[in-house]
């Protein structure tokens, strides 16, 4: 248990689809992550919220909207999404974004866009 | 950024110590080092970090050269569930940037 945790473990999608991967901490951090983790490739950052305030957007597609409605929670909205978006999504928090502190992680929502 | 560099893949004997080495010639001297590792299927786990001086936890030790461009991550006595993939990360925590690590496996 890592104190975050990611819901749904698993999706499948279609193209057309409108679906939301949520995330959830009880560890009382201020800044939460989403990254994408594509098959054989290393971890990139998407987007990065401190204090419910998003403060890194790393030139993701608009067919991705995060929203954090509090510290602890943080949702990421897919819709119109291509099959090479396909890959492991996990979210992380951290005490808050600007300390050194380590990020925690879920074990991530496995999605694959058919 | 700082850049690392780390072999991509290592074995170990069931209960030998684990040795994982990472260059970070790059790296600034506000910059703390941070090794996580990720098992197959699950998020990354944070493991130990460090800025100068060497560290130990209850999940392994960090060894920090006295210029800070390298470091080497020990676990000192492996088992099979140490099987995953280990990352070293200079981290400012905007900065996290992951690298593709070195996947130990441990032999039993």
């Known amino acids: 248990e890592t104190g975050v945790t990611q819901t749904p473990r698993h999706l499948v999608m279609g193209m057309t689809n409108k679906k939301s991967l949520k995330c959830e901490q009880h560890?009382?951090?201020?800044?939460m992550y989403w990254y994408k983790q594509s098959a054989k490739k290393p971890l990139e950052l998407m987007f990065v919220y401190n204090f419910k305030e998003q403060t890194e957007n790393n030139s993701v597609p608009s067919r991705f909207s995060p929203e954090c409605p509090n510290s602890s929670h943080l949702f990421l909205h897919l819709h119109t999404l291509q099959p090479e978006d396909s890959a492991l999504y996990l979210c992380a928090s951290s005490q808050d974004r600007d300390s050194d502190s380590p990020l925690h992680f879920g074990n991530g929502t496995r999605l694959t866009v058919t | 950024d700082a850049k690392t560099t780390q072999p991509p893949s290592m074995d170990c004997a069931e209960g030998r110590a684990a040795n994982l080495p990472c260059n970070h010639s790059?790296?600034?001297?506000?910059?703390?080092v941070y090794w996580y590792r990720q098992i197959h299927s699950q998020g990354p786990q944070y493991i130990i970090h460090?800025?100068?001086n060497n560290e130990t936890n209850e999940m392994a030790s960090l060894i920090i050269t006295e210029d800070r461009k390298s470091s080497t991550l020990i676990l000192p006595h492996a088992t099979l569930r140490d099987t995953a993939v280990y990352y070293c990360i200079p981290q400012r925590n905007e900065k996290l940037t992951f690298g593709t690590g070195t996947r130990l496996t441990i032999i039993p």
């Open positions: 560890l009382g951090h201020n800044a």
């Open positions: 460090g800025l100068k």
């Open positions: 790059t790296i600034s001297g506000n910059e703390y």
